[in-house]
């Protein structure tokens, strides 16, 4: 067997599969689905209560060890990116933001992305790839910090590739695995509904949809996954399902100066997402250099919350963190 197999991103069936076609089918996989993933690092040798014959044949014959930043970069915020590279010679990009009690890992699910928003420097660059589960997970374990939460928010559309995602999450979420509570893991879609409806029904985690104006023909002009689903249609569906608090519904609203910042976008904003059980958050765009759009000012910003909030809405401001290592939201390029 060739030894550059790999164990991780194997879920707990396919490692029962590889004890049993070694002749070990009495032994308890998620003993080593525990060791490749709650015990990260631990050599399969640990293993105490496996018979050492079967300890030699995993040292032998698998590997554990995951991609390594080619490049890391640290934030004067303490946000670190680290640039990562498959065996293609793909680039993707993921992030350690530090806050108070909270250690947020921002991982991508492909390298580059289909679809093209305008503001965001990931869709400026093109499609290469759909990362696998190794991928995913490595930047998770790879960038080598603690983490107790997961957000899919670095490059590429996560619901575009979703079964990778949703195995990743599996692995993340599972008693075998890291153990880590679906309500600390969000994944960022622009809303691709038939996928969506499937993380709705799939995966428990939380969804934060890219709103970004309220105005179809607007926001057409600057995410072009409009064309196909409307966010009238994308709203319409959410309106359909429950979520609670230990499942969170955020919407993201990249604030453009004189672009999406105005009264008229707040009141219909507020319109829009009447009635449901949800959240706003408002981020400040982060210039790219592609692009002539700007940040709106400290009271324009104000202002734009406080209309919401007078429409029922919860909103955020949130900070963008890693800024001058370009590792904010929709700076991500995976170049070196
Ligand atoms: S914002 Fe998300 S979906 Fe849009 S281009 Fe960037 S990575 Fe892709």
């Given at each position: 067997m060739?030894?550059?197999?790999?164990?991780?991103?194997?879920?707990?069936?396919?490692?029962?599969?590889?004890?049993?076609?070694?002749?070990?089918?009495?032994?308890?996989?998620?003993?080593?689905?525990?060791?490749?993933?709650?015990?990260?690092?631990?050599?399969?040798?640990?293993?105490a209560?496996?018979?050492?014959?079967?300890?030699?044949?995993?040292?032998?014959?698998f590997?554990?060890?995951?991609l390594?930043?080619?490049?890391?970069?640290?934030?004067t915020?303490g946000?670190?990116?680290?640039l990562?590279?498959?065996?293609?010679?793909?680039?993707?990009e993921?992030?350690w933001?530090?806050?108070?009690?909270?250690?947020?890992?921002?991982?991508?699910?492909?390298?580059?992305?289909?679809?093209?928003?305008?503001?965001?420097?990931?869709?400026?660059?093109?499609?290469?790839?759909?990362?696998?589960v190794?991928?995913?997970?490595?930047?998770?374990?790879?960038?080598?910090?603690?983490?107790?939460?997961?957000?899919?928010?670095?490059?590429?559309?996560?619901?575009d590739n979703?079964?990778?995602?949703?195995?990743s999450?599996?692995?993340?979420?599972?008693?075998?695995?890291?153990?880590?509570?679906?309500?600390?893991?969000?994944?960022s879609?622009?809303?691709?509904?038939?996928?969506l409806?499937?993380?709705i029904?799939?995966?428990?985690?939380?969804?934060a949809i890219?709103?970004?104006s309220?105005?179809?023909n607007?926001?057409?002009?600057?995410?072009?996954?409009e064309n196909?689903?409307?966010?009238?249609?994308?709203i319409?569906?959410?309106?359909?399902?429950?979520?609670?608090?230990?499942?969170?519904?955020?919407?993201?609203?990249?604030?453009?100066?004189?672009?999406?910042?105005?009264?008229?976008?707040?009141?219909?904003?507020?319109?829009?997402?009447?009635?449901?059980e949800?959240?706003?958050n408002?981020?400040?765009?982060?210039?790219?250099?592609?692009?002539n759009f700007?940040?709106?000012?400290?009271?324009t910003?104000?202002?734009?919350?406080?209309?919401l909030?007078?429409?029922?809405?919860?909103?955020?401001?949130?900070?963008s963190?890693g800024?001058?290592?370009?590792a904010?939201?929709?700076?991500?390029?995976?170049?070196?």
């Open positions: 060739d030894k550059s197999a790999n164990l991780i991103g194997k879920n707990l069936p396919q490692l029962s599969d590889i004890l049993s076609n070694a002749g070990y089918q009495n032994v308890n996989p998620s003993l080593l689905a525990h060791t490749l993933y709650k015990k990260f690092g631990r050599p399969l040798s640990s293993i209560t496996y018979p050492k014959s079967l300890r030699q044949f995993l040292e032998e014959n590997s554990t060890d995951v390594q930043p080619i490049l890391k970069l640290q934030s915020d946000t670190i990116k680290g990562f590279e498959n065996e293609d010679g793909k680039l993707f993921a992030a933001i530090p806050a108070v009690k909270r250690m947020t890992i921002c991982v991508s699910s492909q390298a580059g992305c289909r679809f093209g928003c305008k503001f965001c420097s990931t869709g400026q660059n093109g499609f290469k790839g759909n990362l696998n190794y991928e995913i997970l490595s930047q998770i374990f790879g960038l080598q910090k603690p983490f107790n939460h997961i957000v899919f928010m670095g490059m590429g559309e996560p619901l979703f079964a990778n995602v949703k195995k999450i599996d692995i993340l979420t599972a008693w075998w695995g890291v153990s880590l509570a679906h309500r600390y893991i969000t994944i879609t622009v809303g691709l509904i038939p996928e409806q499937l993380a029904e799939q995966l428990r985690c939380n969804l890219s709103l970004h309220p105005f179809h607007e926001r057409k002009s600057i995410m072009p996954v196909i689903y409307p966010i009238h249609e994308v319409s569906m959410l309106k359909a399902q429950k979520f609670t608090p230990k499942r969170r519904l955020s919407f993201e609203y990249l604030l453009i100066k004189d672009f999406n910042d105005s009264k008229s976008h707040a009141m219909e904003t507020g319109k829009l997402l009447k009635d449901m949800s959240h706003v408002l981020i400040v765009y982060n210039p790219i250099p592609s692009q700007g940040a709106p000012d400290t009271s910003i104000e202002n734009f919350r406080k209309i909030n007078l429409q029922g809405l919860r909103v955020t401001i949130r900070k963190s800024y001058d290592i370009s904010a939201c929709g700076m991500m390029t995976g170049s070196r």
